[in-house]
Structures are given as structure tokens and as C-alpha cells.
């Protein structure tokens, strides 16, 4: 468990953030008891892509996102179990708390920001049924899945011509950019919500 720092005379910094639902979630050390699925979908409803340099009326927010690593992953892994399609969709449900920092900013902030996310993530997938690590297969293919999409995003949304955007993220082989439209965050969260409860369910 990460020690919790103090703040003052021996005062400890609250470590926990109360969510819309009542719940207040540990951040140190994640309960799944904690980790309500509204919550998730609200908070990457709200949560920006690139920082917010993007095109359009809305941010391109991680919910979005989500939907389309999943759409995605579907798309390689066509016979895939549900609980895998899970997984996929809630690849980065951890920024829910912590926000989409941009990769450049994650390599400058270092290892405590990994292990807080990571715990995250396992409390996450334990709190919907699957496993805190996931198997190589599944997560290498998921992570498959993010990298096309960040490279689709950059082409689309956020300003990289073709050239620039494959030098940095690789273009995609065997895959079409699909059309991505931003959606307003309530928009977005119901999208989220409604494909989590079809694979919840399935």
C-alpha cells in the first residue's frame, strides 16, 4: 500500500474522492466494493482526449474513446468472449478518477502514477468480473486496438496529417479509419453505458 503523505502537523491528505454515487473511493488502495459503473461513465463522459486539442463542437472525450477501442477490438478479435469485449471498453476506465493524461506527461511523471493507475485498473476489472490480469493474448490485442485508435483520433480529430500521425503512432495495417463524431457527454456516457450493459449481460 502507497504511504499516505501528510499534510501540516501530522494531518494526512485525504486520499479519497467522493463520487456522485455517495461512493468515496480510496485512491491509494481501491476497493471494487467502491467502484460503481454511473461514476465511470460519467467521468469519462467528461474527460478530454489530446488534452482537449481537438475539432468540433465537443471534446472527444475518453468515453468515446472507449467505445471505439472496443469497436476496434471487435473488429480483430471477432470471436472474442464478452468478458474480454469488457475489458476492451474499460481499457482506461481508471482516468474516470486520475484524467487522460497525454502519454508524454505519463513518461515524465514516472512510476507512482503507473502503480496508482494500475491499482485502479485491478480494482476495476475485479469489481466486473474480470480477472486483474488479463492474459497476454487478450491484452496484447487490446492494446492493438488503443494504438489504431489513437492513431485514427489523431488523423480525425486532432490535427496530425497522415505522415506525422504514422511516425509517432503507426499507422494501422488491415484497418479503416472509421467515422468518428464527437458527442455531447451526456450522449457519450449513455453510448458507454448502453454497450457496457450488452456485455455485461452477455
Same mark, same amino acid.
Given at each position: 500500500?502507497?504511504?499516505? %503523505?501528510?499534510?501540516?502537523?501530522?494531518?494526512?491528505?485525504?486520499?479519497?474522492?467522493?463520487?456522485?454515487? *455517495?461512493?468515496? /473511493?480510496?485512491?491509494?488502495?481501491?476497493? %471494487?466494493?467502491?467502484?460503481?459503473?454511473?461514476?465511470?461513465?460519467?467521468?469519462?463522459? &467528461?474527460? @478530454?482526449?489530446?488534452?482537449?486539442?481537438?475539432?468540433? %463542437?465537443?471534446?472527444?472525450?475518453?468515453?468515446?474513446?472507449?467505445?471505439?477501442?472496443?469497436?476496434?477490438?471487435?473488429? /480483430?478479435?471477432? &470471436?472474442?468472449?464478452? &468478458?474480454?469485449?469488457?475489458?476492451?471498453?474499460?481499457?482506461?476506465? @481508471?482516468?474516470?478518477?486520475?484524467?487522460?493524461?497525454?502519454? %508524454?506527461?505519463? @513518461? @515524465?511523471? *514516472?512510476? $507512482?502514477?503507473?502503480? /496508482?493507475?494500475?491499482?485502479? $485498473?485491478?480494482?476495476?476489472?475485479?469489481?466486473?468480473?474480470?480477472?486483474? /490480469?488479463?492474459?497476454?493474448?487478450?491484452? *496484447?490485442?487490446?492494446?492493438?486496438?488503443?494504438?489504431?485508435?489513437?492513431?485514427?483520433?489523431?488523423?480525425?480529430?486532432?490535427?496530425?496529417?497522415?505522415?506525422?500521425?504514422?511516425?509517432?503512432?503507426?499507422?494501422?495495417?488491415?484497418?479503416?479509419?472509421?467515422?468518428?463524431?464527437?458527442?455531447?457527454?451526456?450522449?457519450?456516457?449513455?453510448?458507454?453505458?448502453?454497450?457496457?450493459?450488452?456485455?455485461?449481460?452477455?
Amino acid at each position: 500500500m502507497m504511504k499516505i %503523505p501528510k499534510q501540516g502537523k501530522d494531518k494526512p491528505v485525504r486520499a479519497w474522492q467522493r463520487m456522485l454515487s *455517495g461512493r468515496r /473511493l480510496d485512491l491509494l488502495d481501491p476497493s %471494487p466494493l467502491d467502484i460503481e459503473i454511473e461514476d465511470i461513465a460519467h467521468g469519462l463522459s &467528461r474527460v @478530454a482526449r489530446w488534452n482537449g486539442q481537438t475539432i468540433g %463542437p465537443w471534446p472527444f472525450s475518453v468515453a468515446q474513446h472507449s467505445l471505439l477501442v472496443l469497436a476496434i477490438y471487435d473488429h /480483430l478479435q471477432p &470471436r472474442a468472449e464478452a &468478458r474480454w469485449r469488457l475489458a476492451a471498453l474499460l481499457h482506461d476506465a @481508471a482516468e474516470y478518477v486520475v484524467g487522460d493524461l497525454i502519454s %508524454p506527461f505519463k @513518461a @515524465a511523471v *514516472g512510476s $507512482d502514477y503507473k502503480g /496508482l493507475e494500475q491499482r485502479l $485498473d485491478n480494482a476495476i476489472r475485479l469489481r466486473f468480473g474480470i480477472p486483474a /490480469l488479463l492474459p497476454e493474448g487478450v491484452a *496484447g490485442n487490446i492494446k492493438r486496438a488503443d494504438r489504431a485508435s489513437a492513431y485514427f483520433e489523431a488523423i480525425s480529430v486532432a490535427g496530425f496529417d497522415v505522415a506525422e500521425a504514422g511516425r509517432i503512432f503507426e499507422r494501422p495495417r488491415n484497418l479503416v479509419c472509421p467515422e468518428i463524431r464527437q458527442l455531447s457527454p451526456s450522449r457519450a456516457k449513455r453510448a458507454f453505458l448502453d454497450r457496457f450493459r450488452v456485455l455485461a449481460l452477455g
